[in-house]
């Protein structure tokens, strides 16, 4: 990976990764009309939005056919439908349900911080973390508490349910099996950093998938309870669980890199973009993958090279299909619509508020440090100028030529949880 710096071009292995505190960037979303979530049920999108609202819009003709209001932003967290339930939280502390064809509240529950995650649905139980560090088991009819458990530290996973289990993950670093009827903690795994998943844990074999902070994708064997093997991904965290498709693990890095895996976890090939990778999708032998550097790709599976990409004005981070086309939310405050084989728009969608909100960068809350020897012509100046001292000139910074820290200072506003 490529690691551009103003005048200096620095490679990844001359880069040393570390990161500042607790992950808080997300907490840091402002109001604006960015879009981030959708799922589709039937004909109809969803979408959740910094503006504070749920939308349901026809996949048809891209129309609206309501909106419903929250006290907060609404982001990674994406629908889930169920019994003609459309359920889904808010940074309000809320989980909501709401009637999936008029969009009337049914319920809401409150919660004890902010929600940055989708809800699990299962015979009837509705499944929700919360920045408060619980899980929430609500009924899914009534929205009154069942039980709750409680982590060690902040709460953002969407929950997995997985015969007699629950899984969910904390930022304190452990995976939690919870027995799903009483609520009583069964085991617990550990990684080196927070945990937190935006898409359901993979569970295939046997085996469940956790991705980690500590730049790590686990494979943990749900009967013995230890780990199968571990794959390094990036240095910025990660926050997926790997995609199954055909044997293969697709793995989205916030490195901007897809892994593809095996089940051994052995790397069988990557594709790069230019930051960020979101949620993959596969429709045929497409591999879509939204990116937050305003991209999304189709990539061939069979020639493993790029089909087409369309470019939207903000970062893509979750995709969902419909009748052969994706439906890209943007952070540009729009929901597109497009066709997922030939990457040509159908229609787009606006939200309420088209000014996108402002969100630190990702390598904000990482020191990097780089380790170079540069070359007499990359210690002159941008003017030409050379700079005198065992210093560079760097973004107006005076910092040592062999070894020196550099925390970036971007400008540009888009980029992804």
Request: hydrophobic share 40%.
């Amino acid at each position: 990976m490529l690691f551009d710096f103003g005048d200096f071009n620095v490679e990844l292995e001359d880069v040393i990764v570390r990161k500042i505190g607790k992950y808080s960037r997300i907490w840091k979303t402002q109001y604006g009309g960015g879009a981030d979530s959708v799922a589709v049920s039937g004909d109809v999108a969803y979408i959740g939005s910094s503006d504070h609202h749920v939308y349901a819009i026809n996949c048809f003709t891209g129309k609206e056919i309501w909106r419903y209001k929250t006290n907060g932003c609404i982001v990674n967290s994406y629908a889930v439908v169920s019994d003609g339930v459309v359920y889904f939280c808010s940074f309000d502390f809320c989980v909501y349900a709401l009637n999936a064809k008029t969009g009337k509240l049914l319920w809401r529950f409150r919660t004890g911080g902010e929600i940055n995650s989708a809800v699990a649905v299962d015979s009837g139980v509705v499944y929700a973390t919360s920045r408060d560090g619980y899980l929430y088991v609500l009924d899914a009819i009534s929205g009154k508490l069942a039980w709750r458990f409680k982590s060690g530290d902040e709460m953002i996973s969407v929950p997995t349910v997985h015969k007699n289990m629950v899984f969910a993950g904390s930022f304190d670093g452990y995976l939690y099996c919870i027995d799903k009827e009483s609520g009583e903690e069964m085991w617990r795994f550990k990684t080196g950093g927070e945990v937190f998943n935006l898409n359901p844990f993979l569970i295939s074999g046997g085996v469940i998938y956790v991705p980690s902070f500590d730049n790590s994708l686990y494979a943990v064997d749900i009967e013995n309870r230890r780990e199968v093997w571990r794959f390094r991904a990036g240095n910025f965290g990660l926050v997926f669980s790997p995609v199954l498709h055909k044997k293969t693990l697709y793995l989205p890095s916030r490195d901007g890199i897809l892994y593809a895996l095996d089940f051994d976890g052995r790397e069988l090939w990557r594709f790069r973009a230019e930051s960020n990778a979101g949620l993959p999708q596969i429709h045929k032998n497409i591999l879509l993958v939204p990116s937050d550097d305003g991209h999304a790709y189709a990539i061939d599976l069979e020639t493993m090279k790029e089909i087409w990409r369309f470019s939207g004005g903000g970062y893509f981070f979750f995709s969902a299909l419909w009748r052969g086309n994706v439906m890209l939310p943007c952070w540009d405050c729009h929901l597109y619509s497009v066709d997922a084989e030939t990457g040509k728009m159908a229609w787009s969608f606006a939200t309420s508020v088209q000014h996108q909100p402002p969100l630190p960068e990702i390598k904000d809350e990482f020191e990097i440090e780089i380790r170079k020897s540069f070359t007499e012509d990359e210690i002159m100046g941008s003017g030409g100028e050379a700079v005198s001292g065992s210093e560079l000139l760097f973004d107006n910074v005076y910092i040592k030529k062999s070894e020196y820290s550099f925390k970036s200072d971007y400008d540009h506003e888009s980029e992804y949880k």
